[in-house]
């Protein structure tokens, strides 16, 4: 089983929403650094949020007041809510793990050392 796994990706049209979660077989949600990225096509992978091992959370500009973090202990997941989803918003999610922690735990693609297969997110206009 990866360390990482996204769903709820999709289709939807622009102001649409969705919610992403991120599962873990291997790291406890609520006390490690986590995040998610996204990647379009032709450019490069960019921090969306992220949540520090001390439930700390930070958005891209991009996003804020779009989209939101939350946790399910119960479940160990991650979840993205997003909102007002618009076409710039399309890309691949991927869910990243930062065990470091600390420091290290920014919106820094190149700081995550784990990361999920991605899940699709188109937002048609």
């Known amino acids: 089983q990866d360390r990482l796994e996204e769903s709820g990706g999709g289709s939807v049209q622009a102001g649409g929403s969705l919610t992403l979660s991120c599962a873990s077989a291997?790291?406890?949600?609520?006390?490690?650094?986590l995040g998610w990225f996204r990647q379009a096509p032709g450019r490069e992978r960019e921090g969306v949020a992220i949540q520090t091992e001390m439930g700390t959370t930070s958005y891209a500009d991009s996003v804020k007041g779009r989209f939101t973090l939350s946790r399910d202990n119960a479940k160990n997941t991650l979840n993205l809510q997003m909102n007002n989803l618009k076409p710039e918003d399309t890309g691949i999610y991927y869910c990243?793990?930062?065990?470091?922690?600390?420091?290290?735990?920014?919106?820094?693609?190149?700081?995550?050392?784990?990361w999920g297969q991605g899940t699709q997110v188109t937002v048609s206009s």
């Open positions: 291997e790291y406890t949600v609520s006390n490690t650094c």
């Open positions: 990243a793990a930062a065990p470091r922690g600390g420091r290290w735990c920014i919106l820094q693609p190149t700081n995550f050392d784990y």
